[in-house]
């Protein structure tokens, strides 16, 4: 296995070294607007290559050092129909590309990636494909993905034990082991980590949620029979950082609850791009704090407690104008329990159901254009889950349990465009190893 990587890798900057991109001096920049306002962080990408960036707060965006040729300028936001604008690009000239968007209010214009692996809008996806964007996300106060999914035609999070707090979707009326979840189009969200996984994402770690309902797309395994969701993390495209705290009240309004019960919230991300785009890195970070909830005031929680804490990071490098190499990490951990007598270890209560969770995945992914669209990608993907649990009544010494579970997904993808005719084939190897 060490043998292998390190000759993919060798392979990879064989390639990366050929394509390498030459100072050219040759800049972009314009803004992009709608009815005379400026539109802010919209996308404007150089369409057949991995060069892209943001406007700014202004409305505004800039391009440096590109590489000559012809190219197919695009700019889309949320929210609005894709633009685009054939360039030529000389070296040692700076062009001002302006963008006039319309507001598309149904989304058909929108570009999706989950419906058959490939960039298209939404008009023309063989698959209905709904989005679940950021602007959802703070509309509904969802600081967690399960929140954010309640909003999705189709789809409900459930809550199916008020001791351990376990939560499962409903894609269809079908329950949680038939929907597939993916992680940047990658099944490596395992089994184990799906029980309560939905729940531990934070929602500032994720760039939007792409679902698909019902088993249409045969691309994405076997597991998908109700549906798809697919997270797609944020990418680093511009310089920002946000910080929020949130906090809410559980028993307002209940005559039988003693006091109000809070849950905080804490949540940040940031990133950073080189000024000449070919680096970016994108860090955020979750905390999350709820005491048990006890509705009925009969000593037992109807809600348990959380204690999470998330982390991570996204970065990626360009070698060349048609080359991509990004690297994904996060790692969460977190603490639920439910039952009676908080106060007291596990074994020392009437009933209690807790686990402890450690869930670190990484991602490497390496893209490389050929010809005028053509893409190859080459992934590996893994991750780890240790578990921690207690299920036990009566002051049981023989509930504790230990899970862990190791999942991964390599291979490689080859995207042809022919005559308006589109391919895909590839390899791919899936691997799991679970102890409980």
Known sequence: MRTLLSFSLFVLLFISSAFAQKRT??????????GGEHIPFANVYLKGTTIGTSTDETGHYRMI?????????????????PAEKEVTIVAGKTLEVNFKVSEDAIGLEEVVITGDRNEQSRRESSVVVNTVSPKTFTMTQSVILGEGLNFTPGLRMENNCQNCGFTQLRMNGLEGPYSQILINGRSIFSGLAGVYGLELIPSNMVDRVEVIRGGGSALYGSNAIAGTVNLILKEPINNSYEFGVNSMLSGVGMDLVPSLIPDNTANFSATAVSSDIKTGLAVFGFVRNRNPFDANNDGYSELSSIENTSVGARAFHRFGHRSKLSVDFFNIREDRRGGDRHEYPLHESNIAEAVNHSITTGA????????????????????H???DSYYGANKSLSDYGETTDLTYVMGAQYKMQLSGTGIIFGVENQGGNLKD
């Open 385 to 387: 889950v240790n578990r």
């Open 25 to 34: 001096d040759a800049h972009l920049i314009g803004h992009v607007i709608n």
């Open 364 to 383: 490497v992914t390496y893209d490389q254009f050929f010809r005028e669209s053509d893409v190859l990608s080459v992934f590996a993907s893994a991750q």
């Open 65 to 81: 050092n590109l590489p000559e040729g012809t190219y197919t300028v695009v700019a889309t936001a949320i929210g609005y129909k």
